[in-house]
Nanobody
Framework: QAQLVESGGGSVQAGGSLRLSCAFSTDRINYMGWFRRAPGKERDVVAAIDIGSGRTVYSDSVKGRLTISKDSTKKIVYLQMNSLKSEDTAMYYC?????????????????WGQGTQVTVSS
């Protein structure tokens, strides 16, 4: 059973930056992703990274502003968030999957963190 621990959320003004971190405890995964649930909306994918190759994918709404990366030695995945907008306000969740084929599909992820809140004020 993998454990995922997120950190780095907080409040920031529009245009500002935050970096989220997700520490994971297992090597038996092929993809890690960041998802978010905005108030009144369903949880949706933000970005994902292939742990082996480093290949990344992003939702269209965050391309060019958010960057996912990994430190395999430390077993941490990061989400660098720049040029934040009020619509980025959400609870952000880290997830890990053992056999993810489509990183945009939430049901392919096996483990989830507790979430970290990001609030962007305009």
């Amino acid at each position: 059973q993998a454990q995922l621990v997120e950190s780095g959320g907080g409040s920031v003004q529009a245009g500002g930056s935050l970096r989220l971190s997700c520490a994971f405890s297992t090597d038996r995964i092929n993809y890690m992703g960041w998802f978010r649930r905005a108030p009144g909306k369903e949880r949706d994918v933000v970005a994902a990274i292939d742990i082996g190759s480093g290949r990344t994918v992003y939702s269209d709404s965050v391309k060019g502003r958010l960057t996912i990366s990994k430190d395999s030695t430390k077993k941490i995945v990061y989400l660098q968030m720049n040029s934040l907008k009020s619509e980025d306000t959400a609870m952000y969740y880290c997830a890990a999957g053992r056999y993810v084929a489509d990183p945009f599909q939430q049901n392919e992820y096996d483990y989830w963190g507790q979430g970290t809140q990001v609030t962007v004020s305009s």
